[in-house]
């Protein structure tokens, strides 16, 4: 699925990284424990989280996640929308709570990270 | 070793935390390593940059790279852990609150650094500090 199309099914809106719009992504995690995303996601998958602190955008990074969601409306400051920026990371935020979301892009065919995948 | 950096981790420091483990995933991309293995190094590096911020009083992180491996050493002054079988166990942390709203404190984060790095050995004495080695094979 295109990030774009991850855009409309979410109603999202991209706070920086454009560029990455016409990527494709396959997997994606919900997630707001962030060990959970160093120690199970997938790299180049959409990372969703309900929570906003530099960690969350550090943690994506060292993880190789392509894209963070923030959900439930949760909006990142200019100093984190500037960190992205840096690393060259697209990220939105969506109005959509969590569960929903996750439901919406599952239902859309992306697909989560099985335990068997790790590492 | 061919190279060898080292950078300080401040105790509480959350805003510059994980900077340190960026540098090093810099360095190594510009390096030339491969991408796999700077991703078990990056993740390790912050797990380790984050547990000292979290849980010590202050330490360092050290990269050092040679042609065959990587060595990450990520040491600190104190204060050290009681029971290392326990702080290994997956889900024990004795992290607070602040931290957990932060994303972190699942107790996932030794284990994790034991299984990204080919070679994992921590050392900890109750008011001396801790110190971890974990290398990482270059192919
Ligand atoms: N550098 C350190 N200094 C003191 N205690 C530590 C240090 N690193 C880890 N610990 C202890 O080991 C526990 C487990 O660490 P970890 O697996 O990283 O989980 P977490 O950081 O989520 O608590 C911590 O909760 C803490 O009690
Ligand atoms: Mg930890």
Redesign the interface.
């Known amino acids: 699925m295109k990030l774009n199309q991850v855009q409309r099914l979410l109603s999202a809106a991209v706070l920086t990284g454009e560029n990455h719009l016409e990527d494709e992504v396959h997997t994606a995690c919900g997630c707001?424990?962030?060990?959970?995303v160093?120690?199970f996601a997938k790299?180049d998958g959409i990372m969703l989280?309900g929570?906003v602190?530099?960690?969350?955008i550090?943690?994506a990074?060292?993880?190789?996640m392509h894209s963070i969601i923030f959900v439930r409306g949760k909006k990142p400051g200019q100093e984190l929308i500037d960190l992205a920026k840096d690393?060259d990371m697209l990220i939105m935020t969506t109005k959509t709570p969590m569960f929903e979301s996750c439901g919406i892009l599952y239902a859309n065919g992306l697909k989560g990270a099985k335990p068997k995948n790790e590492? | 070793m061919n190279y060898k950096v080292n950078f300080e981790v401040e105790k509480d420091d959350f805003e510059k935390a994980g900077e340190a483990s960026r540098k090093i995933k810099k360095t190594l991309k510009q390096l030339g390593v491969d991408n796999k293995t700077i991703r078990h190094i990056a993740i390790a590096g912050y797990e380790g940059e984050m547990n000292l911020a979290i849980h010590s009083d202050g330490g360092e992180i050290i990269l050092e790279v040679s042609s065959e491996k990587i060595n990450l050493t990520i040491q600190d002054v104190g204060p050290g852990i009681p029971d290392l079988d326990l702080a290994m166990t997956e889900g024990y942390s004795t992290a607070s609150d602040k931290v957990r709203e932060m994303g972190f404190g699942a107790g996932m984060g030794l284990p994790n650094m034991e299984k990204n790095a080919d070679f994992f050995e921590i050392h900890s004495k109750v008011g001396k500090g801790t110190k971890i080695q974990m290398s990482f094979n270059l192919k």
């Open positions: 707001d424990l962030m060990s959970d160093l120690r790299e989280t929570l602190n530099k960690q969350v550090n943690t990074d060292m993880a190789n690393i590492l």
